[in-house]
């Protein structure tokens, strides 16, 4: 195959110093791209292009795919933001608009994890090319956005809202350390986030598959459940649902199983196999 990895720089059409950056794959780089089907990749919170199964899936997809770095992330310049998933969105309509433009690109394919998945279902309700999707991939996403004040490190949070104003998360992204501030407001405007569009405004012919970890302490599992009652009773388009046992929020030391699921289930598509409900893919026999 002579897959090509390219990067590109995206001009930001509303943050003149905040180019996007992201990676290119394609699987033809000598044919043309007018029309052509690609996939977008979207990470999660203080995520980047390359993490978890992101960079991993772009590799094998038999399409081809772009994954970029949201504002504030990695690559991307930019002030980072709890709860500024509008501003993810934007980031997302340049991208796509971008794409089409330069390249005639067609979105066919969104993958997203967590917060990119929370950004790709707003996405593809309220613009006119997410009605052009075949498929999503929800991955580790959230519903019910309130929870966030349940994890672990809420009350840690609150301690130093309470002390000083705010909470500063030390971390490690792409092996750089970094501090990335969370004020009160950041967690107000994450937690009113509506998800509740997906019921009426999800494209009904967008086939979707939700994979979440059993031991993910993050988002609850029950979260995608949710997700499988809302978007189960569309025509065409249906809902499949992968739990995996043991699986934590970023699928540490699985990612190449949530790979090969992915594919998996993009194959089954194809020979017209799905419908929805639970997808236990690959096992067979008795308990």
């Known amino acids: 195959m002579d897959r ?104 066919d394919l969104v993958v997203g994890h967590s917060r990119g998945s929370i950004v790709g279902f707003n996405w593809l309700c309220t613009s006119e090319d997410g009605k052009a999707v075949s498929a999503f991939v929800n991955a580790s996403g959230r519903y019910r956005m309130k929870k966030i004040y349940d994890t672990p490190a809420a009350s840690v949070w609150k301690a130093n809202f309470d002390a000083k104003g705010y909470h500063e998360w030390q971390l490690t992204v792409a092996r750089k350390s970094i501090t990335a501030r969370i004020h009160p407001k950041d967690v107000e405007a994450f937690a009113s986030w509506d998800t509740s569009i997906v019921w009426d405004q999800f494209p009904s012919s967008v086939d979707v598959l939700s994979l979440h970890g059993l031991a993910d302490t993050t988002v609850p599992p029950y979260d995608a459940v949710i997700y499988g009652r809302a978007l189960s009773d569309r025509t065409p388009g249906i809902h499949t649902l992968h739990l995996m046992e043991g699986a934590d929020h970023n699928f540490t030391g699985r990612q190449d199983e949530v790979v090969n699921m992915i594919l998996a289930w993009w194959d089954a598509r194809a020979q017209g196999t799905l419908k929805s409900g639970l997808w236990l893919q690959g096992f067979r026999g008795k308990l």
């Open 4 to 107: 090509v990895s390219s990067k590109l720089y995206i001009p930001h059409t509303e943050e003149p110093h905040c180019p996007i950056a992201g990676v290119l794959e394609r699987l033809a780089p000598h044919e043309g791209t007018q029309g052509r089907k690609i996939a977008l990749i979207l990470h999660g919170t203080l995520g980047h292009k390359d993490y978890l199964f992101l960079k991993r899936l772009a590799l094998r997809l038999p399409i081809d795919s772009f994954r970029f770095d949201f504002r504030g992330n990695h690559e991307t310049p930019g002030i980072w933001k709890q709860g500024a998933m509008d501003e993810d969105l934007v980031d997302l309509r340049i991208v796509v608009e971008y794409l089409k433009k330069e390249f005639g690109y067609v979105v």
